[in-house]
């Protein structure tokens, strides 16, 4: 049972990337999906969240206009679109899904915008 996440790299300011996070071994159709970066030296945070039907929608402050979560349950997918990445976007982007007492973790992927 796993989560693996995909699409990160090396951006420049002002681009776009879309992270993947896909489940192996359990269907996501019932998680709520939620995306949290860690950047070096600082906690993890959140960055947003989607339930489990994809009809509720969280954003941190920080990325409110620029990333957009959407979930596709017949690919057992979720996405991160993320656009107007700036410097402070850099970090390790993992996924992580919840129902009740279960929860799985990513490996995560990560996200560099520098010029």
């Known amino acids: 049972l796993q989560l693996v996440e995909s699409g990160g790299g090396l951006v420049q300011p002002g681009g776009s990337l879309t992270l993947s996070c896909v489940a192996s071994?359990?269907?996501?159709?019932?998680?709520?999906i939620g995306w949290f970066r860690q950047a070096p030296g600082k906690e993890r945070e959140g960055v947003s969240r989607?339930?489990?039907?994809?009809?509720?929608?969280n954003y941190a402050d920080s990325v409110k206009g620029r990333f957009t979560i959407s979930r596709d349950n017949a690919k057992n997918t979720v996405y991160l679109q993320m656009n107007s990445l700036q410097p402070e976007d850099t970090a390790v982007y993992y996924c992580?899904?919840?129902?009740?007492?279960?929860?799985?973790w990513g490996q995560g992927t990560q996200v560099t915008v520098s010029s």
């Open positions: 992580h899904a919840l129902k009740g007492w279960a929860d799985y």
């Open positions: 071994g359990f269907t996501l159709d019932d998680y709520a």
């Open positions: 989607i339930n489990n039907d994809g009809g509720g929608t």
